[in-house]
């Protein structure tokens, strides 16, 4: 069975470059100019240069002579760039009638195939599965009559379920005259017709799928029950940091946010330097500083000093940052030196987008919409990446999982660990034989 599913798992990775390349290659042929691979990579050698941070730990590019020889990771990365910093923004992913939708495609293509190439042992490669086949979902979301044809998006849930029962996700189900695999190939004509008339079949169709598809989200009462939990959690910590922004008047504001203790290493005097900076250009800021330490009387004095302090929330030490996680918009840490923050790593694992001075190891870096900037950048620079973080917020459900996917989950963690050691304990073991 761990065969069967880690055979699936590879399959899935395939899968998900092919489908990366092909959401590459239809975005970079609707723009206008060159449609050639060699202006695609003179493109990206260009915005290496203008973002080494972003394209950081990029793929070797030499030799790159067809698309089959484009991974996910190049792909996502080029789609996904915020281009902030880019002397001619592309926009990729502007180009689809629903630009959020087709995002959140991207950011589901690419966890999955993160997924399935660290997958160790069937439980792993059935997350796999379950992350395609929620990726074929977004792609319909995204991409139906566009990128992606009826009968293409039926083809890939066809594969999306087989993956599943490969996995032993679901028990596989058993076909039905000549319906099995017809009702995902509805489901965009489905969609269509409900925005031509008053979408009432369409709905019902909708209903009908998810309940047939619910199944392959659950592979045992126990993984149920457990997966009800996390979400309840989740929905708890996200409610009671909305109540932070609720009590402390944050609603409509761009929420900034820093976990660290008030010490020089950290930086906050620069902090404030940055946001007063950012106040400029965005009025409506605040600042929420979690932590307390000697530097807070000196610090309290220089934001009165910079007329901040109305906007500066010095909240002192919290024993659940998880809720003030989900209270910001955006996370800051501009610290002289770290080796590896755990609070970065929380940071991203609550779907923040993160902005690190690269006093920060470039390891901390496990999301795409996570950055390191120099401290030798002028405040501009640093509140120019910041203001308009509120505006463009990731798909917080899936940042789990590509933290996860970045292999920050204790339990896969402690799996490679134990088939390091009977690994060598084996190999030892033989030798002496």
């Known amino acids: ?211 047939r598809s619910a199944p392959a989200r659950r592979s045992s009462k126990k993984k149920r029950t457990g997966n009800r939990t996390i979400l309840t959690l989740l929905l708890v910590v996200l409610v009671l940091g909305l109540l932070l922004r609720a009590e402390y008047g944050l609603n409509d504001k761009l929420v900034v946010g820093c976990v660290a203790r008030l010490m020089a290493q950290k930086n906050h005097t620069r902090l404030l330097d940055i946001f007063a900076a950012l106040k400029k250009v965005r009025p409506d800021s605040c600042l929420l500083l979690v932590g307390e330490g000697e530097l807070r009387a000196e610090l309290e004095a220089k934001a009165a000093r910079l007329g901040i302090a109305q906007d500066v929330k010095f909240l002192g030490v919290q024993s659940d940052t998880s809720v003030w996680y989900q209270a910001m918009d955006v996370f800051v840490m501009p610290s002289l030196f770290e080796g590896l923050p755990v609070v970065g790593m929380e940071a991203q694992a609550s779907g923040l987008p993160c902005v690190f001075s690269t006093g920060v190891t470039e390891e901390v870096l496990l999301r795409p919409d996570s950055c390191r900037i120099s401290l030798e950048q002028p405040d501009e620079a640093w509140a120019a990446v910041l203001k308009d973080a509120d505006r463009n917020l990731p798909d917080r459900a899936q940042a789990a999982a590509q933290v996860r996917a970045a292999g920050y989950d204790i339990r896969q963690e402690t799996l490679r660990l134990q088939q390091l050691y009977t690994g060598l304990i084996a190999k030892r073991g033989a030798a002496h034989a």
Request: proline content about 4%; hydrophobic content about 35%.
């Open 1 to 211: 069975m761990q065969d069967e599913a880690l055979q699936a798992a590879f399959e899935i990775k395939t899968e998900c470059d092919e489908i990366s390349r092909r959401l590459l290659r239809w975005h970079w042929e609707q723009k206008p100019g060159s449609h050639s691979l060699d202006a695609l990579l003179r493109h990206i050698a260009q915005r290496q240069k203008e973002s080494p941070d972003y394209y950081d730990r990029m793929p070797d590019l030499s030799g790159k002579t067809s698309w089959q020889q484009l991974d996910t990771t190049l792909c996502m990365r080029v789609l996904l760039d915020p281009e902030k910093d880019a002397a001619k923004p592309l926009d990729l992913l502007g180009n689809t009638r629903h630009p959020g939708a087709a995002r959140r495609a991207c950011n589901a293509v690419r966890t999955a195939r993160n997924e399935a190439a660290h997958a160790a042992d069937a439980q792993d490669a059935a997350q796999a599965a379950l992350l395609f086949h929620e990726a074929i979902e977004s792609l319909e979301e995204g991409y139906a009559d566009t990128a992606f044809r009826e009968n293409e998006l039926a083809q890939y849930y066809r594969e999306a379920e087989s993956f599943l029962e490969q996995c032993g996700a679901r028990k596989a189900a058993r076909p039905a005259d000549n319906t099995r695999g017809q009702s995902k190939a509805a489901k965009p004509a489905a969609r269509t017709g409900s925005r031509a008339s008053g979408g009432k079949a369409s709905n019902n169709s909708r209903t009908a799928a998810r309940k």
